[in-house]
């Protein structure tokens, strides 16, 4: 079924799809070894992004006259979903940065030299990059509000100073696109790209959740950190409103859905493994020959299958250029459908056999307490439904 899905979805000739795809499925299976030693201690996993450098997979969403392999969404959503059947954390991570690329290389907006720069070095030196965005005080910024992180231009450049938190990747990334405010009478607001290796940037190691332990989305300080002028990415005045990027949008709903998916995926394959293997004294057979686990696994079995079509049937038509004008909405369906599918997979999974199934030793409580995770991503539950009701009612 899943190669079946595979040579149907995936938007590239069959030669380029199974040498990537080989790839990241041995990735995964490398990094699936020590998973769950790094969510136990909460540390974080160097290694894997040394081996995603090396097999050429940081620079995806790069245009190709950089050194990248400007793939489309269907080919970065399937090679999310394999890695996070390994490592959630290390898929998570690896998302960030693709969209952020995606995004860059899609509006061609940074200062050339800039933009090369940071191209050129994922690429060469596995230069990671992500978002700083969340504050203490405000929140998440797509509930709306302005950064306490301010700007302050002089002749030398921007001065940066605040204070970020979950900032996903943080032990390793190269490059932070600070989302900030300026100090003007009138003041402009938008993203600043900082480099890691700058006076004044400090990363504070707060990271200590119940899932996607590995992520290191510690917080991130920032004391006067001086920036080129050319450094500032998009800025605008605040009372200037900004038109959102659906496509943007649309990566982020589907990428993270692939990630869900994946993990989902991670907890069906060990589940099959585990019933086929187990054979209580008083059965005398594999629990797999039970009707009851039949038809569980088959709920399963049904779940994945929707995310998959839903997913990667709305990638290929971004791919292709035939999405409807709303799009961005259809994607937060996706992203509310899949998320939800995932989740319950699991939990079926769980409810199925029971105590072994909450054991530290056996994988299935890690993939529960990593999809669970997928609630709290941009955009949530409510904002979605909120969404494509108020679509519904012409409000």
């Not at 097999?55 to 190709?64: C, E, K, N, S």
């Not at 509006?107 to 596995?126: D, G, L, T």
Request: aromatic residues 6%; charged residues 20%.
């Amino acid at each position: 079924m899943k190669q079946i899905l595979l040579e149907t979805f995936v938007n590239q000739s069959l030669e380029t799809s199974l040498s990537l795809f080989d790839q990241v499925k041995r990735l995964a299976q490398d990094f699936a070894t020590r998973a769950a030693v790094h969510d136990k201690d909460g540390s974080f996993p160097f290694e894997n992004f040394t081996a995603l450098h090396e097999a050429g997979l940081l620079g995806l969403t790069i245009p190709r006259d950089l050194g990248g392999q400007n793939l489309g969404l269907a080919s970065i959503c399937q090679v999310i979903e394999g890695i996070a059947s390994g490592d959630a954390s290390t898929a998570l991570v690896l998302t960030m940065h693709y969209l952020q690329h995606a995004k860059a290389n899609r509006n061609r907006s940074w200062h050339p030299e800039v933009y090369n720069k940071v191209c050129q070095e994922a690429i060469a030196n596995s230069a990671l990059i992500n978002a700083a965005r969340v504050e203490p005080e405000l929140g998440t910024p797509a509930r709306g509000g302005l950064p306490a992180t301010t700007a302050q231009k002089t002749a030398q450049g921007w001065f940066l100073s605040g204070h970020k938190q979950y900032t996903t990747g943080s032990p390793i990334l190269s490059y932070f696109v600070v989302w900030a405010k300026t100090g003007e009478d009138e003041p402009q607001v938008g993203n600043f790209l900082v480099p890691r290796d700058l006076p004044g940037v400090q990363i504070v190691e707060t990271w200590d959740h119940l899932g996607m332990r590995a992520t290191g989305s510690h917080d991130l300080i920032l004391e006067n950190v001086l920036i080129p002028h050319e450094y500032a990415l998009d800025i605008r005045p605040v009372s200037v409103k900004s038109s959102p990027d659906p496509i943007t949008a649309v990566w982020n709903s589907l990428t993270l859905s692939a990630l869900y998916l994946g993990v989902a995926t991670a907890a069906r394959d060990w589940l099959i493994e585990y019933l086929g293997d187990r054979t209580p004294s008083n059965l005398g057979t594999p629990l797999a020959s039970l009707s009851r686990f039949q038809t569980a696994v088959g709920e399963i079995e049904a779940l994945l299958y929707a995310n998959r079509t839903l997913i990667y049937n709305l990638a290929q038509e971004i791919d292709k250029g035939e999405s409807a004008p709303n799009v961005e909405l259809q994607a937060q369906a996706v992203k509310y459908l899949s998320t939800t599918n995932s989740i319950r997979a699991v939990e079926i999974g769980l409810q199925l056999i029971g105590n072994p199934g909450l054991t530290r030793k056996n994988p299935l409580e890690r993939h529960y307490r990593d999809v669970l995770c997928s609630r709290i991503h941009t955009p949530q539950n409510d904002v979605i439904c909120q969404s494509l009701g108020k679509a519904a009612l012409n409000m």
